[in-house]
Each structure stands twice: as structure tokens, then as C-alpha cells.
């Protein structure tokens, strides 16, 4: 079979009837796009010069978040946290897959298309996976009807585009491929409008080899990644442009973001850090929600949410039941919807793989270990390790989003009732993390270490 008779079969007539199906129902679309590696500063509406008119509308007509966290710098982990609505260290995602690997997501864990197919959803996967390549692993596996994309970074070889579990394009070809994911989640929304459905459309860009398609290349004032940006927010664009064509605008939400921050290119405006740190510029994300009538027109929330919020959230609105293993995420309706602009919840955890890094609460970001070496940099002699800070790095972020000026001195209640709760959360997670952090408070460093550096060993005897 040629892959022009595989998407020649994609097309088919659309199905009979209306929207009314899914109205009368009472359950609401969901859709939920995601770039890959975009970051914080890389929207018009987040600053930006980058030209991105869908997006700014999309905020305009819903709610834009400005302190929306993933639960992990890097790929694999936050995209396992998303579908699972828990810490991505406790399903067996710490680490990025890669095409050859043999595992993935634990086959134990239930994805939120799981439990929206068994809600009566129709459920689709435009885009990059990343949750393993065995077909055991991949999307028609783990809840989804139907897949299309390639199913693991676009620097990964090989270069595979799949439908279902077929491969249908090798090496799949970039430059096109924003285009054709956006007519495949045109097909799916015409073909399921009849019916409740999810959509969950993966972006493989902007994470680099880059490519956009004639219409966009050279046309931004930004270079190849802003062409590539503002090819991205056309395909919004042309997805809720099909949702108003097909009488769905007033029952579907709408929601937008990055699974982490960026890499080489793209801006995480005023934050530090990027991809593979868990500053704040490698883990604090855009994130926009839509739903007319639903979620409140033109309001910015600061309320501190987390990726992991998703699961509960939709599973809630759609009248799904909830997995039995206890979630991380918590019900963020009361904050969509625009009835609350507050929110407690315990502190959100950062780790590098197994290793616990740093923690989140509220506007408190505490710093308590850090690797001994730079993102992608060489490992150091000995190898890479890491440390416990000789002094716990306590940053308000309200203040400092930067995370330049220490504070832990002046706050040494903030620091105490932090460590306190940490280490109480983390007699909840697997041995390896526990072992892991045991490790990690017994490997000295030198207390001559400066703030924001990397860690250094006690120098020999």
C-alpha cells in the first residue's frame, strides 16, 4: 500500500447529522494542542515579535495563564505527565525515549484517552507520541482511535511518519508536515462532530531540524523559527476556524501549550534557564484556554497550575472516572470557569530523571540540589552527580521570576516549612527516586559553591 492510498482512505465522506449529538449530550469537545519546545516568551500575547494573530485572539476570547508549569524540562516526562495527571518519575517516564528503546509509559498507567473512550469519546493523536515506540506503547495502544505523526522527536532516526502503527513515510518529509497534521485534525473534527471527541494535537515543532512549509518560510521577520511559529498558529487558526464551521465553537474547549521551554532558538522571555533546567524558563509554560460562554472572555490568571491539572480537569467536565491510582493534577475548573483566582495545593517537584531538583509553592521556588553540570555540556571529571546545595536557594518569583536573588536568609520559616513538605511527598514516590535523593543528601559539596552554580565536590585531602 503507497502512502497515497493510505491518506486517500483518510478522507472519506464526512459523517451524517450535526453537532447536535454532542450538544444535547451534555459533554463537551476537548482539544488540546501542544508544541514542542516553544517557549514562554514565543507568543505575541506573551511578548513576543513573532506574529501569532490565532493565538492572541484565542487568549482575547478565553484566558491566558502566566505561571501554567510543565511537570518536567524535557519531553517524554511532561508529555507522560499530561496523559497521566501524575509525576512522571511515578510512571516510568524520568528520562526522554528514543526510537530504539524497548519500554515506555507503563502499560499500567490509564491516559486520559482511556478514560474519555470509555466516557463514549472519539479520540485521535496528531503528532509526536514520545511515549514509546513498540506498538504496545504507541497512541492505538493507550486510549486513542486513530494516530497519525511521527512518534518521537523529528532529530531522531529514523525519521518515521506513521499512521496508526503503520509507517506510511520514511524519512518523513518536515517541511509539509504542520500542513498535513492540521487536514488530518480538520478530517477528524468534520468526521466526529456528530459525537463527542477528543483531539490532543502534539506539534513536532518548534523542536529543531526546523522546516515550514512555502506559504510560511521566509516570511516572519524572525528567521526560520519565528516562520516556523507562525505556521503553527495558522494551523490554530484553521482548527477553530473548523470548529465554528461545523457548529462545535460553543461546545468545545480549547486549550494551548509547550511541554517544556525552549531549546536553541525561541524565547522564555524574562525567565531563566531553558529546555533540560527546571528554572523557570525550562519548565513555566504559555497556556491558553477557550470555550465561549464557559471559560471568561480576556482574563489573565496567575493562579500557579501544573500540566498534571489537565487530567482531573477534562475528566471532571466530561463526566469520565477516574483512574483508581491516586492523581497529582487537581480540578483547575474552579479557575477556568473564573469563579476562584486562588488555589491551594502542595508544592510542585522538579527532578532531573530520578533526581529531585528543586520545588514550587505558590510564588516560593526552593532550589535544594543541583547537577554538576550545564545542560548538554560534557560530563565533568567522574562523571555527572547530583548534590544537595550547601544552603537551600529560596527565590520569590512573584518578585524575582528570574530566580537571581537568593532570599533564604531573610525566610528561614519559607525554607524549613518547604523541606518539611518535600521530604513528607517524597516517601510517596517509587524507590528509585527515594534511593536516588538518599544519594543525593549524602554526596558533599563545597560549601565555597557560589549561589546559582553549578555544584563542586569538596575538593581531595
Not at 102 to 128: H, S
Not at 224 to 233: F, K, R
Not at 243 to 255: H, Q, W, Y
Not at 333 to 349: A, F, H, K, N, Y
Request: net charge neutral.
Amino acid at each position: 500500500m503507497t502512502r497515497r492510498d493510505v491518506l486517500g482512505g483518510f478522507v472519506g465522506a464526512a459523517m451524517a447529522g450535526s453537532a447536535a449529538g454532542a450538544q444535547t449530550a451534555g459533554k463537551p469537545n476537548i482539544v488540546f494542542i501542544f508544541c514542542d519546545d516553544l517557549g514562554y516568551g514565543d507568543l505575541g500575547c506573551y511578548g513576543s515579535k513573532i506574529r501569532t494573530p490565532n493565538l492572541d485572539r484565542m487568549a482575547a476570547e478565553g484566558m491566558r495563564f502566566t505561571n501554567f508549569c510543565s511537570a518536567d524540562p524535557v519531553c517524554s516526562p511532561s508529555r507522560a505527565a499530561l496523559l497521566t495527571g501524575r509525576y512522571p518519575t511515578r510512571v516510568g517516564v524520568p528520562r526522554v525515549f528514543f526510537p530504539q528503546d524497548k519500554d515506555g509509559l507503563n502499560t499500567d498507567e490509564t491516559t486520559l484517552a482511556n478514560v474519555l473512550k470509555a466516557a463514549g469519546y472519539k479520540t485521535m493523536c496528531i503528532g509526536k507520541w514520545h511515549l514509546g515506540r513498540p506498538a504496545e506503547y504507541l497512541p492505538t495502544s493507550r486510549g486513542f482511535d486513530e494516530y497519525y505523526g511521527i512518534p518521537y522527536s523529528n532529530d531522531m532516526t529514523p525519521r518515521v511518519l506513521l499512521h496508526n502503527t503503520e509507517v506510511i513515510e520514511e524519512p518523513a518529509a518536515l517541511d509539509t508536515l504542520t500542513k498535513r497534521y492540521t487536514e488530518q485534525a480538520l478530517r477528524f473534527i468534520r468526521e466526529s462532530k456528530n459525537a463527542p471527541f477528543f483531539l490532543y494535537m502534539p506539534h513536532t515543532f518548534p523542536h529543531i531540524p526546523l522546516a515550514a512549509s512555502a506559504d510560511f518560510r521566509g516570511k516572519s521577520a524572525e528567521g526560520l523559527y519565528g516562520d516556523v511559529v507562525e505556521e503553527l498558529d495558522w494551523s490554530v487558526g484553521q482548527v477553530l476556524g473548523a470548529l465554528k464551521e461545523n457548529g462545535l465553537e460553543s461546545n468545545t474547549l480549547v486549550m494551548f501549550s509547550s511541554d517544556n521551554g525552549p531549546w536553541y532558538q525561541g524565547s522564555a522571555g524574562k525567565l531563566r534557564g531553558r529546555k533540560n533546567t527546571t528554572y523557570e524558563g525550562g519548565v513555566r509554560e504559555p497556556f491558553i484556554a477557550r470555550w465561549p460562554g464557559h471559560v471568561p472572555k480576556g482574563r489573565v490568571s496567575d493562579v500557579v497550575c501544573s500540566m498534571m491539572d489537565v487530567f482531573p480537569t477534562v475528566s471532571k467536565l466530561c463526566g469520565a472516572k477516574l483512574p483508581e491510582k491516586p492523581l497529582d493534577g487537581l480540578d483547575i475548573w474552579p479557575v477556568l470557569s473564573g469563579r476562584t483566582q486562588q488555589m491551594e495545593r502542595d508544592p510542585l517537584l522538579y527532578f532531573n530523571v530520578w533526581d529531585l531538583q528543586c520545588a514550587r509553592w505558590g510564588d516560593w521556588k526552593l532550589h535544594v540540589a543541583r547537577h554538576n553540570t550545564a545542560a548538554y555540556a560534557p560530563a565533568p571529571p567522574g562523571g555527572i552527580h547530583n548534590f544537595a546545595l550547601p544552603k537551600p536557594e529560596l527565590y520569590n518569583l512573584a518578585s524575582d521570576p528570574d530566580e537571581s536573588y537568593d532570599v533564604a536568609p531573610e525566610h528561614p520559616g519559607i525554607v524549613q516549612k518547604m523541606q518539611a513538605k518535600i521530604a513528607s511527598m517524597l516517601t510517596t514516590f517509587p524507590e528509585p527516586v527515594r534511593a536516588a535523593w538518599e544519594e543525593t543528601k549524602k554526596r558533599a559539596t563545597d560549601p565555597g559553591t557560589s549561589i546559582g552554580a553549578w555544584p563542586r565536590p569538596l575538593p581531595p585531602k
